[in-house]
């Protein structure tokens, strides 16, 4: 079992920035993968990004490459996602989850643990 908390949303004008965080707590984390979703009103959840037990593997979502980057810091139990130029579109509860296989990795139904959510209002 691992317990996921999320932190760092917040409301945010298009082109500005939001560091999101989250902490783990429970079975050791540098053994998960670690994934952001995130999920608007209406739509499905999408993936954003993922990182490997190591940080030493990234992907991301092609509407977030270049804009967002996946971190994670195992001494600290932390992961991370900096988001940069931010879009209206971007707007959405972000999640942060965990699995223990890195394959399917933009796969959310293959991740058994999830936070709780934090939302993200781009709006200007």
């Known amino acids: 079992q691992v317990q996921l908390v999320e932190s760092g949303g917040g409301l945010v004008q298009p082109g500005g920035s939001l560091r999101l965080s989250c902490a783990a707590s429970g079975r050791t984390f540098s053994r998960f993968v670690m994934g952001w979703f995130r999920q608007a009103p209406g739509n499905e959840r999408e993936f954003v990004a993922v990182?490997?037990?190591?940080?030493?593997?990234?992907d991301y979502a092609d509407s977030v490459k270049g804009r967002f980057t996946i971190s994670r810091d195992n001494a600290k139990n932390m992961m991370y996602l900096q988001m940069n130029s931010l879009k209206l579109e971007d707007t959405a509860v972000y999640y942060c989850?965990?699995?223990?296989?890195?394959?399917?990795?933009?796969?959310?139904?293959?991740?058994?643990?999830w936070g709780q959510g934090t939302q993200v209002t781009v709006s200007s």
């Open positions: 990182i490997s037990w190591s940080g030493g593997s990234t």
């Open positions: 989850a965990a699995k223990d296989t890195y394959t399917s990795g933009s796969d959310y139904t293959r991740y058994p643990y």
